[in-house]
């Protein structure tokens, strides 16, 4: 799945992001809007990985 099909598929995504992710907020979730940067830097912050291993799950949700 493209970057802009997933942006356009965010809302129903927003579950599975909360369910995998529960240190972020709902907040989060509405900031990250479905951007890849965005989901990267929340994971980064929240969770402490390296960006390498942000982008992973960012191509684990995509997929």
Do not use: H, P
């Not at 099909?5 to 909360?18: A, S, Y």
């Not at 509405?30 to 191509?59: C, R």
């Amino acid at each position: 799945m493209n970057n802009d099909i997933l942006e356009g598929n965010w809302k129903q995504l927003k579950g599975k992001v909360r369910e995998q992710w529960g240190k972020l907020t709902d907040d989060d979730v509405e900031e990250i809007g479905g951007k890849k940067d965005n989901f990267i830097g929340k994971l980064q912050e929240k969770y402490g990985l390296k960006k390498d291993e942000a982008e992973k799950e960012w191509n684990k949700l995509s997929n």
